[in-house]
């Protein structure tokens, strides 16, 4: 893995060890990657970020390289917390760039939401055959995580997405190979979606 543009264009990131106790990491492609951050590119300066189910911390990093204010990693497995730390210190970030914690994604999301915190994008990229989605976007939803303008970005898998089209909530979805990556912003006006 590789950080593909901004201060840190050409750094390799650290990844774990194949294993057969660690569980499988599905890492976010250059592909996916590069076209998420060509979109978002002109407006990360300064914005706060979220990277859920952050893995080694590849998407945060990026974005930390394109120049966001701070990153905000949540992860559950201790093992990839600590990977996602040596990155970080590989590349030289400063420790007021981001914030890693380690827990559970609901707990996690509920501390950030009783402290007040706001995020600009929200990026999710959970296990496929979990079924997570639901309470990601309710959780982000409900606990106001979001600006007002803010994007909750989904990765989720293209032959089983979680919402259908025509959702008041999607802005934009792309799809690549098997996977679909879904933008949605909440600020539209209420109606129901029935899948969530």
Known sequence: MRIIGGK???????????R???RLLRPTTDRVK???????????????FLDLFAGTGNVG??????????????ESDKRFCELIKKNLKSLG???DKYRII?????KALKKLGRGGAKFDFIYADPPYEKGYYTKIVNLVKNL?????NGLLMLEEPKKNPFLPEGSRWIVERRHYGTTTLTFLNFSQPEAEDSNV
């Open 93 to 95: 970030i400063s420790p």
């Open 34 to 48: 590069e076209s998420v951050f060509s979109i978002l590119d002109e407006y990360l300066e300064g914005t706060r």
């Open 102 to 106: 380690c827990d559970d994604f609901v």
């Open 144 to 148: 106001n995580l979001l600006d007002e």
């Open 61 to 74: 990093i990026e974005a930390i390289s394109r120049g966001v204010r701070e990153v905000v990693f949540v």
């Open 20 to 22: 057969k106790d660690t």
């Open 8 to 18: 840190y264009k050409g750094r390799r990131l650290y990844s774990m060890p194949k």
